[in-house]
């Protein structure tokens, strides 16, 4: 197949989880992803455990790196920033997810490359992000530039783990780390974004986006709700929606199940499909705001209907006629023989195991799933690399010498 963003070089300097995720899936779209790593140990989740594949390489590192290509190098030094130009010449866009005072340091930020190529694009997620933003007509300094950050930190000040979970348990974080998989889609939307108008203008630029502000503006209708109404949202029982109801966890004979009856059409499918039509009529429960003020009453009468049955009976009864969930654990769900049947996991060659197991990109191009292949090897396409830009084998064995790959 051909893919929308073969012929593109991105070079990357990146590390773990957001900056990592948001140029996978500009590899799986074809993009050419070059991972500029420390010759030594590479990038940190490569040590990531606590299930390894050989040396210098993880589950956890495969998880973000498929796809890609590797080259060690040492910005630090003279010759790999000579290297690092070199290669600019012939990329699209430098990417990194550095702590926000190291892209200037390093020479990542458009200030040095966009002297090399002025239609480089270069993108930095930080935690907190980095001292250039104008504001008012001035540079804005930045406290926090040089913090180090993490998906967990940023989760705790925006306000996530004060919506998540029930009422009266702890703070809650979520189980996985979105605020990284949210920051790294947005660093790939700015690359994208940021080529289109690189290409059309000839001249690219920084775009800046931080692990905290991209959480922050996840916040959404809640954070607009406050800014505008005062109004703070807080924990709903049953992970239930704030406003409206049935949208919530019920219990079944055998687990759980989660209903959005969203809409009134949904509302009178559901209390009909389920043998409970009276319900549609009770003046407790005849429109969305006295649903809501009957919340605890209404889930009360449901749980006693859904606990008659396995979790599903309920999903197949209710299947397309009104939104319905199972409830499953992480192997449930990676086991649903409907997410096997759509080709979400795939099976590719590793060089250490006979066949890994990896998830498929979600995004179809013309009804067929995106190729994938696995995450490099430290400095596996070193030699080729140096090669292209003009560094023989000899060249290359001085490079390493002098730790500079």
């Not at 705790?156 to 920051?183: K, W």
């Not at 790294?184 to 690189?198: D, E, P, S």
């Not at 919530?248 to 559901?270: C, H, S, Y």
Request: one cysteine or more; aromatic letters at 8%.
């Amino acid at each position: 197949m051909t893919l929308p963003l073969a012929g593109t070089r991105i070079l990357s300097l990146e590390q773990y989880g957001a900056g990592p995720y948001g140029t996978m899936m500009l590899a799986q779209l074809g993009a050419e992803v070059i991972k500029l790593e420390p010759p030594k140990g590479g990038d940190s989740s490569r040590a990531t455990g606590p299930y390894f594949l050989g040396a210098d390489d993880s589950l956890f590192y495969q998880t973000f790196n498929l796809n890609k290509r590797s080259l060690t190098l040492n910005l630090k030094l003279e010759a790999g920033q000579a290297i690092l130009h070199r290669l600019v010449e012939t990329a699209d866009a430098v990417t990194n997810n550095a702590r926000g005072d190291l892209p200037a340091s390093l020479g990542l930020d458009y200030a040095a490359l966009g002297k090399v190529k002025p239609a480089i694009v270069c993108v930095h997620a930080s935690a907190y992000g980095r001292s250039n933003m104008k504001a008012a007509s001035r540079d804005s300094e930045n406290a926090r530039e040089a913090w180090p950050g993490y998906d967990y930190l940023m989760q705790a000040e925006a306000g996530f783990l004060s919506v998540t979970g029930e009422p009266d348990a702890p703070p809650t974080r979520f189980g996985l780390s979105m605020v990284d998989f949210m920051t790294g889609q947005m660093l790939a939307t700015a690359t994208l974004a940021g080529i289109v108008g690189a290409r059309a203008t000839g001249r690219g630029g920084d775009y800046d986006v931080s692990l905290l502000e991209a959480a922050l503006h996840q916040t959404s209708y809640p954070a607009y709700w406050y800014l505008n109404e005062g109004h703070v949202t807080g924990r709903s029982p049953r992970s239930s929606h704030p406003a409206v109801t049935p949208s919530q966890l019920f219990r079944t004979a055998d687990g759980w199940v989660f209903i959005m009856a969203q809409l009134p059409k949904f509302w009178d499918r559901l209390v009909e499909t389920i043998g409970a039509p009276e319900l549609k009529t009770d003046e407790r429960f005849a429109t969305i705001p006295a649903r809501l003020a009957n919340r605890d009453t209404l889930t009360r009468l449901l749980d006693g209907i859904f606990m008659q049955a396995p979790t599903a009976h309920w999903v197949q009864l209710l299947g397309g006629i009104c939104p319905v969930a199972p409830v499953n654990d992480l192997a449930q769900a990676l086991d649903n023989p409907f997410i096997r049947e759509r080709g979400m996991v795939d099976t590719i060659p590793h060089p250490d195991i006979p066949g890994l197991k990896v998830l498929a990109n979600p995004v179809l191009v013309d009804g067929q799933r995106l190729p994938n292949s696995h995450a490099p090897k430290l400095g596996a396409d070193n030699a080729a690399l140096l090669a292209e830009i003009g560094y023989g084998p000899a060249d290359a064995e001085a490079l390493k010498a002098a730790g500079v790959i």
